[in-house]
């Protein structure tokens, strides 16, 4: 299974091919949008791996844009025992929400790709034509 080491929004992250993230927030950036990274730290397999100083050269992940988000309010309270001294303050981090669909090696060559993404309405109709099937019999 090959997987990536990227960099992004000042923190790193291992990725693997069809894998979803939580990252930063991506800024002008639209929902069903395709993104590229550059900035490839390592890359490889269960065999080989190419390390970068700092980056690899050439090397590149891209990746499709789910939606952009905020996370759950996280409060942050200050006391001061005894003066009577308090503070309340709330924050809601900026995400980007991203699915991984190809990792490029140096020279341009694809290394792991995503599966499709397959939609099961085929399969509910199938389940409900046997439903209606049984009810008309009895």
Do not use: C
């Amino acid at each position: 299974m090959s997987y990536a080491i990227i960099q992004t929004g000042g923190k790193q992250y291992k990725v693997k091919a069809g894998e979803i993230l939580k990252i930063e927030r991506l800024e002008d950036s639209k929902a069903e949008t395709k993104i590229e990274f550059k900035e490839i730290l390592a890359y490889g397999d269960d065999k080989i791996i190419e390390v970068g100083s700092p980056t690899v050269e050439g090397a590149k992940v891209e990746a499709n844009l789910i939606e952009n988000g905020k996370n759950r309010t996280i409060l942050i309270f200050k006391k001061r025992r005894r003066q009577n001294s308090r503070r309340k303050n709330g924050h809601r981090q900026q995400y980007s929400l991203i699915r991984i669909s190809k990792i490029f090696s140096k020279d341009g060559k694809v290394l792991a790709e995503a599966e499709k993404m397959v939609k099961p309405k085929k399969k509910i109709e199938k389940v409900e034509a046997k439903v209606e099937a049984e009810t008309a019999s009895k």
